[in-house]
């Protein structure tokens, strides 16, 4: 078996590791306002980029299982043992896939604005769904004139502008060939019968405004996780660490900062 190659990443402060994966229009400029927090917190905050992000190079074949290789490949390569995973959207499902190839390189998970699965399975709303998002790219549009259109319908009306403009930078950037490989992963996605595997400490966080991950979906999954932790934050959409950074990082570093319980 190929080595899976280390994926590019930032990295600041020292202390227990925080890897945070950003979801399909990020990047690891993303969990800027994170990185930030967490290493004047004594926290090793690291964000990578995902595969065929930023200067991280693509995977062939783009799948889950790819993903959650190069995240493993990551860790192994941090030498800190056991990380906290911190996943958004689709990072958050990278997560799900890390934890269930490989629990014991995870000390606790964070999920924020995701779900177990990705839509109804093997129906047209997949396809229909990829073909939505994809539209404005086939029509002729940029990545930066898609971040325009997309964004704005993510958020909630509590967002910070500062967050928005951050969010609109970071899915600028973004590959429009990674972006639609992205995608078409997004919709293969379902992990749902793995979440009563899950026993490590667990936070799950919903916007109240997130069309892509609702609250409820968050609920159920958080129902499913025995002894996890549900937070919901009011008027936040889908980027809530973004829209948002205070109150989400005031979530994460209560969480983080808990004794360990074992279940």
Known sequence: MKAAVIPNFTTLGSGHTVLMLHGIGGGHLAFAPQVETLAS???RAVAWDMPGYGRSAPIEPYTFKGLAESCIALIE????????????SMGGMVAQEVVARRPDLVERLVLCGTS??????????????VAQRTAPLDAGKTMVELA?????????????????RLATQCMSQVNPSTYRRALQALVTFDRRANLANIHVPTLLVAGEYDKNAPPAVVKKMAQAIAGSTYLEMRNIGHLLH??????????LLNFLALPRVLH
């Open 77 to 88: 390569a941090l030498q800190c043992g056991t990380v906290s995973l911190l996943g958004h």
């Open 148 to 164: 325009e259109i997309l964004v704005p319908q993510m958020i909630g009306p509590g967002a910070l502008p500062e967050g928005i």
């Open 116 to 129: 177990p699965s990705f839509g109804k399975p093997y129906g047209q709303w997949q396809s229909e769904f």
């Open 41 to 43: 917190s004594g926290y």
């Open 242 to 251: 973004l829209e948002a950074p205070e109150q989400f990082d005031g979530l």
